[in-house]
T-cell receptor, first 110, second 112 residues
Framework: RKEVEQDPGPFNVPEGATVAFNCTYS??????FFWYRQDCRKEPKLLMS???SGNEDGRFTAQLNRASQYISLLIRDSKLSDSATYLC???????????FGTGTSLTVIP | NAGVTQTPKFRILKIGQSMTLQCAQD?????MYWYRQDPGMGLKLIYY???????DKGEVPNGYNVSRSTTEDFPLRLELAAPSQTSVYFC???????????FGQGTRLTVV
């Protein structure tokens, strides 16, 4: 069973739309959670951490549901520059290992 | 700030050849990682290190070796390259599980 599972998409949305991505994780001992962004042929870059109480960074809102073991990312007022692959990441704790989902592809259309 | 630096950026190897992918970080992070990413796939952990002198296998270690003689450097060695090792390799480092990991720009390796 995969540690982290995401819907691969693709999600094609018009500019200004709101889009939500979900991911699930299998290890209940997971301690830290993140969303990364990866542009085509580039390295993954940390977008935001995900806290139990939920957190917001501008147009981006992340939520964590420990009981159901899922993480979500909401992007409001989508911009063309938001087009990328969004990776859900979980840290198990042991050895400080980060496990990555396969990513969800987003294309924002003019 | 250099962050995490990987060399080379691109490399073509013939089957059976060996090479070392270099990774260096200047953030004084104890934790370092090597991942590979195949097209349309997520990142798979090859090896990781929790500090100088300590390394451990990840999900896909076969065909690779690592060493960690200093905090800064974490080279990945490919012995007897095979076509299945064609991939993009990313090195990353982390200060703490709460702060995430930071990646180098990647090495695109093709084995022919």
């Amino acid at each position: 069973r995969k540690e982290v599972e995401q819907d691969p998409g693709p999600f094609n949305v018009p500019e200004g739309a709101t889009v939500a991505f979900n991911c699930t994780y299998s290890n209940s001992a997971s301690q830290s959670f993140f969303w990364y962004r990866q542009d085509c042929r580039k390295e993954p870059k940390l977008l935001m951490s995900v806290y139990s109480s939920g957190n917001e960074d501008g147009r981006f809102t992340a939520q964590l549901n420990r009981a159901s073991q899922y993480i979500s990312l909401l992007i409001r007022d989508s911009k063309l520059s938001d087009s990328a692959t969004y990776l859900c990441v979980v840290n198990i704790g042991t050895g400080n290992q980060f496990y990555f989902g396969t990513g969800t592809s987003l294309t924002v259309i003019p | 700030n250099a962050g995490v630096t990987q060399t080379p950026k691109f490399r073509i190897l013939k089957i059976g050849q060996s090479m070392t992918l270099q990774c260096a970080q200047d953030m004084n992070h104890n934790y370092m990682y090597w991942y590979r990413q195949d097209p349309g796939m997520g990142l798979k952990l090859i090896y990781y290190s929790v500090g100088a002198g300590i390394t451990d296998k990840g999900e896909v270690p076969n065909g690779y070796n690592v060493s960690r003689s200093t905090t800064e450097d974490f080279p990945l060695r490919l012995e007897l390259a095979a076509p299945s090792q064609t991939s993009v390799y990313f090195c990353a480092s982390s200060y703490s599980e709460r702060l995430g990991a930071f990646f180098g720009q990647g090495t695109r390796l093709t084995v022919v």
